[in-house]
């Protein structure tokens, strides 16, 4: 099957600056730009259709990215299952390289693309994993795994860790609302998934 991009349709227009509402739209548009590898495309694109909700929720993607308590590697990890489980096809495409400049093995990351337990993860790599997937398909953390996230990540880890996975499902989910893809030329990273 061909990784190619499929003639999909958007289910939003593109927004740009000049099509935002007002300026206040127009300011947090381009904080956007200035931070995104994808401009306004990708789950900005759906955010930006309710102002007010892209305001909150880009300051939470500010913390969650840029100030978590998690290393980067793990946050990038956990945001990475989040695109795996959801076959988010603009997640993947945008967060794998900052996850490997991260420090996150690609071995790591290439058996989650191919929906493997990720082998030879390390104890911190082993929690994020077995958290976020308990949290994602059992809806809920086993008092065993809470008491060893907690001894291996600490109390604030693993909060931030529930947050950024809760927060890249909600990016996932509005990716899928507006059946957003990764640039025109960019390969799929889940083309069975279109």
Known sequence: MSTS??????????????????????????????ISSIGLAGPYNVMLRSPIFARRIK???DYLRFNTSLPKHLNEFAILIQGRLWSSQVEWHAHYPIALKA???????????????????HEDEAIVYDVCMDLSTKHKISDDLFDRAKAILGEQRLVDLVAVSGTYMTVAALLSLGNELPPAGAPLPFPDSV
Do not use: C, H, Y
């Open 5 to 34: 991009q499929p003639a999909s349709v958007k289910r939003f227009p593109q927004i740009t600056l000049d099509t935002l509402p007002d300026k206040d739209a127009k300011a947090l548009a381009q904080e956007i730009l200035d």
């Open 103 to 121: 420090g996150l093995r690609s071995s790591i990351a290439d058996d989650l693309k191919a929906n493997i337990r990720p082998r030879d993860m």
């Open 59 to 61: 300051d939470l993607l």
